[in-house]
C-alpha cells in the first residue's frame, strides 16, 4: 500500500571526507569550429556564447524560494546521506524535500525517517503497471513542488509518465565512466574488460538505459588487484562526493542542457 510519511526526527549528524578529493570532469562548454572572429560575434565567441546561454537560464517565480530536491532509492541511501550531510553544512544549497522508495522497509526510509524528510513509499506489486504508480508519484512530486529528481540507487525503470514532465530535471549517478558499461555490475564489467581507469558519472535521465546527457565525471583507478567488490567501494566514495557537488550546480543554476550538449557555469 502506498503511503506519505512526514517525521520530525532531528537529522544525525555527518561528515564527507573531501581529503586527495579528485577532479571533477564536467561536460566541457562546445567551441565553435571556426576561427576566432571579431569578439562581438557571439557565434564565434565562446565567451559570448556562454554569456548568452546564462541569461537564458530560468529564474523562477520566486528567486528567495528553497530549491527542492526529491531523491529516489532503493537501496542503503548512502548517496541520499551524503545529500543530507551538504545539505545540513550548506553546501547543497537546496533542500531534501522528499524521498520515493519502491522498498518500505529499505535503508534509504530508514534514514529519511531519521532525519525528518517526508517519504513516500510504494510496493509496485499492487499497481497493474509502472505508469500507474508513476501517476501517483508524480501526484507528490507537484505537491512537494520539487525542482530536481536525484536517483540515488533507484531500481526501476521509469517510463515516460515522470521523464518527461522532468525532462532537464531529473539526474542520475551510474558507477562507471559512460557510454563505456552501462547497464548492471558496472564495476564487474571494468574488471572483465581489464580496464584501468572506471569511475562515476552524473548524467540527465532520458528514458533510456544510461544513455542521458553527460554532466559530470570522476576518475578511479583500476588495479590489477582489484575485484568487482572494491573497485564498486571506491567508486562509491567519489559517487558521495560527486552527486552533491552536481546538485549543488543545478540549485545554484549553473547547468543548461542544450541537445546532448551540457554547459556548466
Not at 573531501?18 to 567551441?31: D, R, S, W
Request: include cysteine; hydrophobic fraction near 40%.
Amino acid at each position: 500500500m502506498s503511503k506519505h510519511e512526514n517525521n520530525n526526527i532531528p537529522e544525525q549528524d555527518g561528515k564527507l571526507n573531501e581529503e586527495n578529493e579528485p577532479l571533477t570532469m564536467p561536460a566541457l562548454p562546445a567551441v565553435a569550429d571556426s576561427d576566432v572572429g571579431d569578439a562581438t560575434d557571439v557565434e564565434g565567441d565562446p565567451a559570448a556564447q556562454l554569456l548568452e546561454l546564462e541569461q537564458t537560464l530560468p529564474q523562477g517565480d520566486d528567486r528567495n524560494a528553497p530549491y527542492r530536491v526529491a531523491v529516489f532509492a532503493s537501496g542503503s541511501g548512502s548517496n541520499f546521506q551524503a545529500l543530507l550531510d551538504s545539505s545540513k553544512a550548506g553546501k547543497l544549497g537546496a533542500e531534501v524535500a522528499l524521498l520515493v522508495s519502491d522498498k518500505p522497509q529499505c535503508k534509504a526510509v530508514e534514514r529519511a525517517r531519521a532525519a525528518g524528510v517526508p517519504v513516500f513509499v510504494f510496493t509496485p506489486a499492487e499497481y497493474e503497471s509502472r505508469e500507474a504508480y508513476e501517476v501517483i508519484i508524480l501526484e507528490e512530486l507537484k505537491a512537494a513542488k520539487i525542482d530536481l529528481i536525484v536517483l540515488a540507487g533507484y531500481m526501476r525503470l521509469i517510463t515516460s509518465t515522470l521523464v518527461e514532465p522532468y525532462m532537464g530535471k531529473m539526474i542520475n549517478i551510474h558507477p562507471s565512466l559512460l557510454p563505456s558499461f552501462p547497464g548492471k555490475d558496472a564495476a564487474g564489467q571494468a574488471i572483465a574488460h581489464g580496464v584501468r581507469v572506471s569511475g562515476a558519472t552524473v548524467h540527465f535521465v532520458d528514458g533510456g538505459m544510461d544513455t542521458g546527457p553527460i554532466i559530470a565525471q570522476r576518475a578511479v583507478e583500476v588495479t590489477p588487484e582489484d575485484s568487482a567488490t572494491e573497485l564498486q567501494l571506491r567508486i562509491q566514495d567519489q559517487e558521495r562526493l560527486l552527486y552533491p557537488e552536481v546538485v549543488s550546480w543545478f540549485a545554484a543554476g549553473r547547468v543548461k542542457l542544450d541537445g546532448r550538449k551540457v554547459w556548466v557555469f
